[in-house]
């Protein structure tokens, strides 16, 4: 069955970057619309930005100018390039992607969450 596997979290400073990838774990038909979520303890789930599939962008107002979400869609892998990183953005990152399988039916599917930590 296909999973969304995620890496690229960790531990930076204030002021670092890093980039995470979501990649599908084996042949799909196509991303569709594709979006990085963040959840810090105590606190709700909250949508960090989202592309199209014609690539079309949102982001939060928190991370407008600092993050930037892009795809690849030949190798099905999604990217959130996260720069200027502040304290407030330490949480778990998901990605959620809407794909079409190999038998063309259309799943949502989430990523198992990586750890992104920022402080000095």
């Known amino acids: 069955q296909v999973q969304l596997v995620e890496s690229g979290g960790g531990l930076v400073q204030p002021g670092g970057s890093l980039r995470l990838s979501c990649a599908a774990s084996?042949?799909?038909?196509?991303?569709?619309?594709v979006g990085w979520y963040r959840q810090a303890p105590g606190k709700e789930r909250e949508l960090v930005a989202h592309i199209t599939s014609g690539g079309g962008t949102v982001y939060a107002d928190s991370v407008k100018g600092r993050f930037t979400i892009s795809r690849d869609n030949a190798k099905n892998t999604a990217y959130l390039q996260m720069n200027s990183l502040k304290p407030e953005d330490t949480a778990v990152y998901y990605c959620?992607?809407?794909?079409?399988?190999?038998?063309?039916?259309?799943?949502?599917?989430w990523g198992q969450g990586t750890q992104v930590t920022v402080s000095s």
């Open positions: 084996v042949s799909i038909f196509s991303f569709n619309a």
């Open positions: 959620n992607a809407d794909i079409t399988d190999i038998t063309y039916r259309r799943r949502s599917l």
